[in-house]
């Protein structure tokens, strides 16, 4: 099989995919430049995105990257390529966080070829499906089946998805709202809340980054999911509310390490996992509230054998698909050079 040529409309394509991930607050903290001669591309990290209070550590940074990450591999295999992907390849240049390479040619569309991303590809019809989902899911219960496969995708990126049951599942639930509780009354999450949210005509239109109101969900009115109100204490004209799910499902996905290289792989771990998710017919949110909070994110872990760190808490279930967030447009983030 011969690779396809690499021009600069599939690179922009590549890209459009990539961008399509998830981040903190739809931040979307990251930068690529795409290397004509090296056929390769860069992923850096945008510091003006930034959030210092609720992500000082950039520890949320780098799971946002690592998610684009995660989706320009998908989108290098299904043009036909194989991605040999280095993490952090540069320790003079810590705002490097990735290198790709274009080898080849791949199996393209996800067909599967031992080339060591297996079957990335395949997830590519759920990249511009996957939306976080800020509404009520139903009861059904997430079939064993489904549950060992989000447990195998997280594996594949070196990370580990638990299920959290009982008094564990509980006390998750519990830190959530605390975390939720404390950054209602926090003027460093609520400024930035304000700065990466909007509601009304300031959310419509030309904007191209953060979370409208269009995406934040109905109220919160009963039930035990761990939602975050996007509106904080700012009331939207015309929201309604809705009482979610008593049982919700709750996913942990952690990292036997926590440097900036876990935080990377947790990324994409976290966006393998969401994309098959879609593609089993689950929606999903995030969960990050206690995250956010060093003396609450430690609690997290697994109770038993107190090892591991918690990167992501996840909600999963069967429900409505989330509103689309805008995205910045791929000519402001990607540089194409010789």
Not at 139 to 148: E, L, T, Y
């Amino acid at each position: 099989m011969i690779a396809p040529p690499v021009d600069e409309k599939r690179v922009t394509a590549m890209i459009a995919d990539a961008v399509a991930a998830p981040s903190m607050h739809n931040a979307q903290p990251w930068r690529f430049r795409y290397s004509r001669s090296r056929r390769a591309f860069q992923l850096r990290a945008d510091l003006d995105r930034f959030m210092p209070h609720s992500d000082p550590d950039t520890r949320a940074l780098h799971l946002g990257c690592g998610a684009a990450l995660l989706n320009l591999r998908v989108a290098v295999e299904y043009a036909g390529w194989v991605p040999v992907t280095r993490l952090l390849p540069d320790s003079t240049d810590p705002a490097l966080l990735a290198l790709v390479r274009l080898t080849g040619p791949g199996n393209g569309n996800g067909n599967g070829n031992g080339n060591g991303e297996n079957g990335i590809g395949a997830l590519h019809a759920a990249v511009h499906r996957r939306h976080t989902s800020r509404h009520p899911f139903t009861a059904a219960p997430i079939p064993d089946d489904v549950r060992n496969a989000l447990r195998e995708a997280a594996r594949l990126e070196g990370a580990r998805l638990d299920f959290p049951s009982g008094w564990h599942r509980q006390w998750v639930l519990e830190l959530a709202e605390q975390a939720e509780a404390r950054n209602l009354t926090d003027s460093g999450s609520r400024g930035d809340l304000a700065r990466w949210t909007g509601t009304g005509t300031a959310a419509e239109g030309v904007r191209t980054e953060g979370v409208p109101d269009s995406a934040f969900g109905p109220r919160k009115r009963g039930g035990k999911a761990p939602m975050r109100d996007f509106a904080g204490t700012r009331r939207v004209p015309g929201r309604e509310a809705a009482a979610f799910e008593e049982d919700p499902h709750i996913a942990l996905l952690s990292t036997a390490e926590d440097t900036p290289v876990d935080w990377l792989r947790a990324g994409q771990a976290v966006e393998r996992v969401l994309l098959l998710a879609t593609l089993r017919g689950l929606s999903s949110s995030f969960v990050t509230q206690a995250l956010e909070w060093p003396d609450m994110r430690w609690p997290l872990r697994d109770p038993v054998s107190g090892a591991g760190h918690v990167q992501m808490v996840l909600r999963l279930g069967y429900g409505p698909e989330g509103a689309p967030t805008p995205r910045r447009p791929v000519r402001e983030v990607l540089d194409i050079e010789p």
